[in-house]
């Protein structure tokens, strides 16, 4: 994990909007009534399957935590003023579009919690959702943030991002931890250093996490992830793959060592 103390940038002072500099691209939609056409369609198997339900065990089951959650979607975020209310600690999910995010997502929790797009840039809100206990109480919230690095995305919707994105990643106090997805099968993008970069100085714990690493031979998987680490200056970077499990429990692991709520 990766933490510096000291906020000196303005929150997303990283994003350019210019063909030079590629725009850290996390952002809502036009109008209220897109957002939730796109919250109904992205979270509809939670909204008619897992509310209150615990998840069947999956392919995946070794990936587990050590307690098994059951997810109940909260809301679509286009506004501060909508977040939830703060009450549990919090872990966001931040990445490029096509990244594998929501298929990492349901590695985690056990089920198609998160609709797998074939287009990038669907994702153009804050999906909040809460992972409960077997006594169905609430004890830590993922945020799903949306896809950056995506060039298709209307500049009418992008210009909308900062006005949410800003206060939830640098003001959020039950924010306890980024996952910071990359692709292990690409060379490193410079956005995802941008992104790091303004985490450190927004003094926010994160961890980078790469995806997809089924894909890639054993040669292969340590060659880019060893290319990963120099080029950000990192001192760890798990490697997942959410159609193997590979990394899972050891995510689950980060996941939950960061949620550990002190004794007031």
Known sequence: MQYRAGLTKSALSFCGHSSHDITFRIGTLSTQAGAARTASRSWSCILKKMRGRTPQP???EIGMPSTRYSTQFLLSALDAAQFPTPTVPEIAFLGRSNVGKSSLLNALVGEKAAKVSQTPGRTRAINFFALLDPRQQPKMVFADLPGY???KISKSISAEWPKF???YLAERETLKLCVCLVDSNI?????DGKLFDWLRHAGREFLVVATKTDRLSGNARTRNLLAIRNTFDLDE??????????GIKELWNQIEASSVVEPG
Not at 187 to 191: G, K, R, W
């Open 165 to 167: 994105i800003d206060p």
């Open 187 to 191: 060379s490193p993008q410079p956005n």
């Open 58 to 60: 999956s392919a995946n």
């Open 237 to 246: 970077v798990l490697p997942v793959s959410a159609k193997t499990g590979t």
């Open 149 to 151: 690095g995506y060039a």
